[in-house]
Structures are given as structure tokens and as C-alpha cells.
């Protein structure tokens, strides 16, 4: 007899029917794996971040049982971490991929090259228009609502309260009840963008008065203008050395580590999620 429609159709869609893998093959092709260890139990779901979480964890902790690190274990799903485990697995890195002191001539080229950084107690007494650039918002339109501000500021007969009424009508900032003032501000307590542009550049051009040209940061656009600078004092590479060692050494092991994960990647069978090496806990 030949099988209706109706059950031709639910055949192909669920199976069998009966009481064969064709359900459990199906849970488990779901179910993310590493090297054959589930990442969760099936029908349990996890947030992107908290999988990939566990599937660095469940990767190293892999690594450690093949390296003698841990014991082996018979799971089919990957455990929770204890805290014995975590440090076994943090002795097991510390073995293999050392931590590496940089030289002196390395420590003495990031001296030469970041001494800027290094500096301590630099700070402007600044004040800013924003111009935030938010979901929906037309950019280019924006971009040239703030450029044009920024040469009537440029002027040299520009009058010196004019900044203050365009930050107040303009800024998006909450400082533009003040006129835009953010006061005495040190690189640490403003965003990289606007640090590098406000400490780190030595062109003439940058110093008292307002910037040149639009500052871009993560918030948008800035006209930026400087009222007083400190210059602080830049240690000597002796006194800065311990300092920049640490730097280049954490700066080492992060790369180290990174290179470490992603052989690890590389060289497991992973299934249902996808992972660059790049991300792990262990780089934090």
C-alpha cells in the first residue's frame, strides 16, 4: 500500500518515529563539542559568552589531563571547574609558556618611545563642544554642523564668550551648563582618543588655545579648547624601568598565551561554536 502524503511528510520531518538514535543523533549534532566532550547537557542553553567560557575552560582543562596536569576523567559533558583544577591548570600554563623578561635595550626603546606615557603629573584645564554621534544619527550632516563651529571658533576675531553659547546651544555634553568646561583633566581621566590628541602629540600647533581640527573619539566629535596645561615631570629611565619592564613583560605573556589558545584551537575537533584563540579568559 502506498503511504499517504500525511505520513510521507512525518517521516522526513521527525524520523522514524520509534525508539532508534534518530532523535538522540539529532540532540547531539545541537549540542556544541570539543573533541567529543558536550560543552552542556542537551536541551540547557547558554548566553555567546558564557559558552564560549566554557569551552576555553573545557579545552585547557583537556590539555592538563593529556599533559599529567589532572587526572583523566570519564565525562560526556564538560565539568564545572573546581578550584583545585583551576589551579592546576594556571600551574600548567605558568610551565608552559613562561613568562619572558624583556631586555635592557627593549625596555630602553619603549622608554624612548612612550615617554609621554610615562609622564606624571601632566594635566589641561580643558573645556569641549560634543557633537555625539547616537543610533539613527546623520553623520555626515553632523560632521559638518561641527566643522562649521569649529571656524567660527578658529576666527581671531571670534568674541571669547562665543565658545560657552555654542557649547551651551550645541554640546551634547552635560558640561555644556558650564560652558562646555571639563576643568583640570589628566590622561588617565579621559577617553585614549582624547588623551593621545591632548598629551601625546608635540606639533606646535596642539598647545594653548583651540585644536586645529575635529577631535574623533568613541563619542563623537569634539572641538576641543585647551585654557591651561601642566607639563609634569618625566621619571628617569632608571626610575621608570621597573615600570616599563612589567609592561613589556604582561604585554609578552598576553601574545604568548594568545598564540597558546589558538594552537589549542587548531589542533581540536570543535564542533557547533566557533573560536579564534584570541578571547579567552586567560587573556585578561
Request: proline share 6%; glycine share 6%.
Amino acid at each position: 500500500m502506498t503511504p499517504t502524503p500525511t505520513t510521507a511528510t512525518a517521516t522526513a520531518t521527525t524520523g522514524c518515529g520509534g525508539q532508534c538514535q534518530c532523535a538522540a543523533a539529532a540532540a547531539a549534532a545541537a549540542t556544541p563539542m570539543i573533541n567529543g566532550i558536550a560543552l552542556h547537557e542537551p536541551g540547557v542553553t547558554h548566553d555567546e559568552a558564557s559558552l564560549r567560557e566554557i569551552a576555553w575552560s573545557e579545552l585547557l582543562r583537556q590539555q592538563a589531563v593529556q599533559t599529567g596536569w589532572l587526572p583523566a576523567q570519564h565525562v560526556l559533558t564538560a565539568p564545572t571547574l573546581t578550584e583545585a583544577q583551576r589551579t592546576a591548570i594556571e600551574q600548567m600554563l605558568e610551565a608552559l609558556v613562561p613568562t619572558r623578561e624583556p631586555s635592557d635595550d627593549e625596555c630602553q626603546r619603549y622608554y624612548a618611545a612612550h615617554t609621554s606615557e610615562l609622564t606624571v603629573g601632566q594635566a589641561m584645564h580643558v573645556r569641549h563642544i560634543l557633537f555625539a554621534v547616537t543610533p539613527g544619527v546623520n553623520v555626515h550632516a553632523l560632521s559638518i554642523r561641527a566643522e562649521t563651529a569649529l571656524l567660527e571658533l578658529s576666527r581671531k576675531d571670534v568674541p571669547p564668550q562665543r565658545f560657552e553659547q555654542l557649547a551651551a546651544e550645541l554640546s551634547n555634553c552635560p558640561s555644556s551648563a558650564q560652558g562646555g568646561d571639563l576643568g583640570w583633566i589628566t590622561p588617565q581621566e579621559c577617553s585614549p582618543e582624547l588623551a593621545n590628541e591632548l598629551f601625546m602629540q608635540t606639533d606646535v600647533r596642539y598647545g594653548m588655545g583651540v585644536h586645529p581640527r575635529l577631535v574623533h573619539s568613541r563619542f563623537g566629535f569634539h572641538i576641543i579648547e585647551v585654557l591651561g596645561r601642566r607639563k609634569g615631570k618625566t621619571p628617569s629611565f632608571e626610575d621608570a624601568r621597573t615600570t616599563i619592564a612589567q609592561r613589556l613583560a604582561q604585554q609578552a605573556r598576553a601574545t604568548a598565551l594568545r598564540h597558546h589558545m589558538m594552537a589549542l584551537v587548531a589542533a581540536a575537533d570543535i564542533q557547533g561554536i566557533e573560536l579564534e584563540g584570541a578571547d579567552s579568559p586567560l587573556m585578561q
